[in-house]
């Protein structure tokens, strides 16, 4: 098997050209104020804060864009109001939102 | 009316000074009037590349600002006489360079002749912005590599939407300019192909220059590649560069430096 690669190297000529076209796509739809994962992030954040304060520090956001599907997860830590006297939070998703490019 | 033209590709070091000094003195080695402005303030080196770095005595914001006549800030060219050349500033201040300053530079120059070719600093700031804001045509320079070409996707979007004619509605007519180009590389798989890059950035080649030693030589020597060896891989791929700027219609070809015999046997003699 090594001696086999040794022999033959792999093209990266197409890797580079595949993962352009996949970056470009998106970066082509997603110019500006249109990024429709934008806004969703934005919103979402903005409607879970008008009903709980929300800690910017306990707010992960991740966005994993894919060929033909993206996904953006949103994770918001909410204090546990119910059992506040216990002092203990719990990490809630709050949001996972798929979104279909092709 | 001259026809105002931006060399421009977001990504630093892909040759944007080298064409824009290549370019210029081809259009004026065929008749042209031709000025090539520098745009990159602070960073000023398309002087350097024209090897006229000692006659620096104006710039473009002594032009702008009014201490200078623009007259007297345009360096002829020795080798060239249709050839001249607009100094950029080399203050800090990022903030010298005015929309209406440029355009009141732009609009005399596009009086005295056929081609006004600004060279674009890197990045997408204002130097960058204010290059392209008033042209007709644009020229990217892009390299067969993952950031260069994503790079110069970037600036077609932006040459699409902030430029004077994009804002009236019409086009900058836009033209991909590849350097660096290693036609064995390519073949065996180890670098995007001319295709490859057509296809990303959809727009129309103006011309393939090949990766040389020419192009490094000449700038050592303060002088286009073009006049400093017409005979040379990159020159002729610039001289078809040009007159496909004039419109002509020039099959496309990857030209390569040609190596005599002797030049074999020897080796390439110092520059």
Known sequence: MNLFNLFKRRSSAPVARDRLQ???AHERTNRGPSDLLYILREEILATVGRHVEIDPDRVTVQMDRGDKVS?????????????????GSRKRRVASAAHRTA | MAKVVVVTSGKGGVGKTTSTAALGAALAQIGQHVVIIDFDVGLRNLDLVMGAERRVVYDFINVTQGVAKLTQA?????RLDKLALLPASQTRD???????????????????????????????ERGATLAMR?????????????????????????????????????????????????????????????????????????????????????SNLGSPVTLNNPDSGPARAYYDAARRLMGEDIEMTVPTDKQGFLGKLFGRRAA
């Open chain 1, 71 to 87: 996904i953006l997860e949103v994770d918001i830590e909410i204090p546990n109001i119910t059992r506040a006297t216990s002092g």
């Open chain 2, 94 to 124: 990022k903030d010298a360079l005015t929309e209406d300053g440029v355009l009141g530079v732009i609009t005399a120059l596009r009086k005295m002749f056929d081609w006004v070719i600004c060279d674009s600093p890197a990045g997408i």
């Open chain 2, 134 to 218: 008033f042209a007709d045509e644009a020229i990217i320079v892009t390299n067969p590599e993952v950031s260069s070409v994503r790079d110069s996707d970037r600036i077609i979007g932006i040459l699409d939407a902030k430029t004077i004619r994009a804002e009236r509605g019409e086009r900058v007519k836009k033209h991909l300019l590849i350097t660096r180009y290693d036609q064995a590389r390519a073949a065996r798989g180890e670098m995007l192909t001319i295709d490859d890059v057509l296809e990303i950035l959809s727009t129309p080649l103006l011309g393939i220059v090949p990766e040389s030693q020419e192009v490094l030589r000449a």
């Open chain 2, 74 to 78: 345009l360096i002829r060219d020795k």
């Open chain 1, 22 to 24: 996949i970056l470009l």
